[in-house]
């Protein structure tokens, strides 16, 4: 599977923006999706996680606030952002799994998303 993410840019604290992840070669009904992200100097997070099965969890920080979903049959994955703060400010990146897999194995290219105070 490869990953094409896409979506980020600059925006003001409080706006919204939309990430989506296009994936080529399989379908992503039997694959786990998530979001990344990572900021200068700081490890990578794990945004969001939606499984094969439909179960979603989200990290501490954007709870409430994000929102993944998925279209199987276009193989896309999506990450409605909303109320941005500018701790937000990183690239963000979407990454698949295969069911049973316990390591996202596949992993787009990340998008930059900044947001400014």
């Known amino acids: 599977v490869q990953l094409q993410a896409s979506g980020g840019g600059l925006v003001q604290a409080g706006d919204s923006l939309r990430l989506s992840c296009v994936a080529s070669?399989?379908?992503?009904?039997?694959?786990?999706v998530a979001w990344f992200r990572q900021a200068p100097g700081k490890e990578r997070e794990k945004v969001s996680v939606?499984?094969?099965?439909?179960?979603?969890s989200y990290g501490d920080s954007v709870k409430g606030r994000f929102t993944i979903s998925r279209d199987d049959g276009k193989k896309m994955v999506f990450l409605q952002m909303t109320s941005l703060k500018p701790e937000d400010t990183a690239v963000y990146y979407c990454?698949?799994?295969?069911?049973?897999?316990?390591?996202?194995?596949?992993w787009g290219q990340g998008t930059q998303v900044t947001v400014s105070s």
């Open positions: 070669g399989h379908t992503l009904r039997f694959y786990t």
């Open positions: 939606l499984t094969w099965n439909g179960d979603i």
């Open positions: 990454a698949v799994r295969l069911q049973g897999k316990r390591v996202f194995d596949n």
